[in-house]
């Protein structure tokens, strides 16, 4: 009986407990929509709007115009960013997508050229882009997940800002339909 017992509060403790070790590694996500500003503990960002396009035009190091052209579709974010109290620059973006898959920021643009470049300082708003490359059939109910570069320390339950793209079936057809031939990425020189 007294192992009967002994059992059970085991059982109902690795089941209190068990969870929670999982979750304990778990991001801290702060959540919103597009046109919302999203606030977490080192970062608030918002989405402007969101573009594609079948190829990118951007300004390499060199000064010199170049042109990519996606495999499937590049998808052009506008994010703004303000850090909470000290400057932080972005880790690389990712995309979700409604279908579970996930993107990050393609390396085929020029990291000069977006978000992730700059410092995010305290007060100020920075603006920018971030560019996906994915098939157009995983743009609907896609959502932008933002971070602090975490650098050389691994925080595994840092914070990161999740904002919802607000692109349902339809207008994620709409979207990639009327995709740019060429979108020109601004110099940040």
Known sequence: MLAGIALAASAVALQAF?????DHDAPLTSTGDINEEVTGSRISARVKAVHAAK???AENTR???ERVTAKGIFVIVEVG???TWEPQQLGPPRLLTGGGH????SDRVDQMSTITHPYIQ???WTE???VFEIPPGELPDSRILLAPSSGFIVEPNGPEIEIDLGLDEAAARRLTSTAKDVHELASRN
């Open 63 to 65: 000064g010199e115009q």
């Open 55 to 57: 190829a990118i035009a």
């Open 81 to 83: 960013a303000t850090a």
């Open 102 to 105: 996930r993107y990050v920021a």
């Open 122 to 124: 305290p007060g100020w």
């Open 128 to 130: 920018g882009v971030t």
């Open 18 to 22: 068990g969870s929670g070790i999982a």
